[in-house]
């Protein structure tokens, strides 16, 4: 009988603020995927929300208005990382603040 093995994806995300009942967007996801201890595929995406980072915001992440200028919108980056993240384990280091966006976003698709 095959083992099923759980498939793991560690995630972390930017934004333009800490609140995102007051506005603030994700502007960056990055994640792995790891099964077997091992990464299996590895996810990176910027995205345009259509708000102006912040020089306070660009120091701290170092994501600039040029870098999002041409990205996809919220809407198709958080399609593909649903994507990505199916029958995944969810483990993120700063989880209540990560979810909390992600919520935010999801439920104004």
């Known amino acids: 009988m095959p083992v099923n093995i759980p498939q793991y994806t560690a995630f972390d995300i ?5 609140y995102p009942q007051r506005g ?5 996801i990055g994640a792995v995927s ?3 201890s ?3 595929d590895e996810f990176n995406i910027l995205i345009n929300c259509g708000r102006h980072i912040t020089k306070k915001v660009q120091t ?3 994501i600039t208005n040029d870098m999002l200028r041409n990205q996809p ?7 593909r990382f649903m994507d990505f993240i199916s029958n995944s384990i ?6 209540k603040f ?5 919520r935010h976003e999801l439920s104004s698709l």
Do not use: M, S, W, Y
């Not at 930017?14 to 800490?18: A, I, K, Q, R």
């Not at 990560?98 to 992600?102: A, C, Y």
């Open 14 to 18: 930017e934004t333009t603020g800490l």
């Open 60 to 62: 701290i992440n170092g």
């Open 73 to 79: 919108t919220p809407e198709e980056a958080l399609t």
């Open 98 to 102: 990560d979810i909390t966006f992600l």
């Open 90 to 95: 969810l483990v993120a280091h700063n989880a």
């Open 24 to 28: 603030h967007r994700i502007i960056e």
């Open 34 to 36: 790891i099964q077997e």
């Open 38 to 40: 091992k990464i299996i």
